[in-house]
């Protein structure tokens, strides 16, 4: 809580709330193994941990995997503010490679945010701190909220 005396801020969701609500089904982070290390409006830090199952015929990651963990950092970062928000695009230069064993660490952080649109940057770092790609995303947002509150049930 901020301290806030107003009577609709108990009933807004933090952004920890939202993201454990978005947690509980995605499916698609959990197989992968992700950790949603932390959340803030407009911030989000998700890691993975690289397994054999991810790597590819040139024994390192699949690039797909580390779309899909940036995409996830950014799905967090975009929805901490309790509004169903979903990407419209994105871009990602891969700058090195992942291996085996390699905890990976997605940071997304919002750059601008107007109207209903929306850009985040999102670095991927290996556990040596080593960048490995840069991910921007697009971001549209939608009719609903990730959790319901008492003013919009």
Do not use: W
């Amino acid at each position: 809580m901020d301290g806030s005396s107003d009577s609709h801020a108990s009933s807004t969701p933090t952004p920890r709330q939202v993201a454990d609500a978005m947690f509980s089904r995605d499916h698609a982070a959990r197989a992968a193994g992700m950790v949603v290390e932390q959340v803030a409006l407009g911030s989000a830090t998700v890691t993975m941990t690289v397994r054999r199952d991810m790597v590819n015929g040139h024994d390192i990651c699949h690039g797909g995997y580390m779309a899909l963990l940036c995409d996830t950092a950014f799905a967090y970062a975009c929805n901490a503010c309790n509004q169903n928000t979903v990407a419209s695009g994105f871009s990602i230069e891969i700058l090195a490679p992942a291996r085996l064993g390699d905890t990976l660490v997605a940071i997304a952080v919002e750059q601008a945010q107007r109207g209903r649109s929306g850009v985040y940057d999102i670095k991927l770092t290996n556990q040596a701190g080593d960048i490995i790609a840069l991910f921007r995303g697009k971001s549209a947002r939608i009719a609903g909220e990730v959790v319901p509150t008492a003013a919009h049930t």
